[in-house]
């Protein structure tokens, strides 16, 4: 008998995580998806056979409700945008740090040596063209993609000749939550088609960075 393989994606309920959940159990996957809350599109995900686990990744206490699982692939998706520069009065920076880089951490960590055991799996991390170009209110943002990015980069050396392979998916703008409260621009990526990225990434067993553009 054959097992489906297993995905575990954080921030699973809404957007590029979302629209990942949906194409990996389209696949044949068992997906695990991370929120903080289970809404609405939770419900749904629960439907088609995923388990979602309540929590907040921003500190140990969520990162410690992630199942300790050898997954075939873990997709470290969740952040949240806000928009800030060095001089605004509010920092943006801190409030941003504990999930969109922290949490990556911490889960690496937790995620990363089972996969090394089994010498197998793939590690997908969402970054953004952000750290390519990026307009001044985004300062706070980009500077935690970027840190992001660097950590990519040291695990990638890390895990060379471990068996378990590495990319970094780097979409442009995408039309998702984050956008609310701005304007998007005309040229914006559907989270499907990042999901479909990640998909062929997963599928065809690439490695490094890879960009993501309408
Ligand atoms: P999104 O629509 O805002 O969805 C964020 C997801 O993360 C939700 O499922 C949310 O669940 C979860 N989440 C938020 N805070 C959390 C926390 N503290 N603990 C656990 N889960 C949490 O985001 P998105 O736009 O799809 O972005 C996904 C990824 O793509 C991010 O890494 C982002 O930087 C990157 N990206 C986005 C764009 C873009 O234009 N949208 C462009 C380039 C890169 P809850 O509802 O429970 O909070």
Partial sequence: MTTAPTVLITGATRGIGLACATRFARGGYRVTGVAR??????????????????????????????PHR?????????????????LDAEDA???????NVLANHRLARRLLPKMI????????????????????????????KYALRGLFRAWEIELT???VLSTLISPGATLTSSWDGEKPPADILLPATVAQAVWRAVEGGD???????P
């Fill in 37 to 66: 809350t289970t809404g609405s599109d939770g419900e749904w995900l629960t439907a088609s056979g995923a388990a979602l686990i309540e929590a907040d990744l921003s500190a140990p206490e969520g990162i410690a409700k992630v």
């Fill in 70 to 86: 050898a997954y075939d692939v873990v997709i470290l998706n969740a952040a949240t945008y806000t928009p800030g520069g060095m």
């Fill in 93 to 99: 920076f801190e409030d941003l740090l504990p999930l």
């Fill in 117 to 144: 055991e089994r010498k197998k799996g793939h590690l997908i991390v969402i970054g953004s063209t952000g750290t390519d170009s990026w307009p001044q209110h985004m300062t706070a943002y980009v500077a935690t």
């Fill in 161 to 163: 000749g471990m068996g």
């Fill in 207 to 213: 490695t490094g960075r890879l960009t993501i553009l």
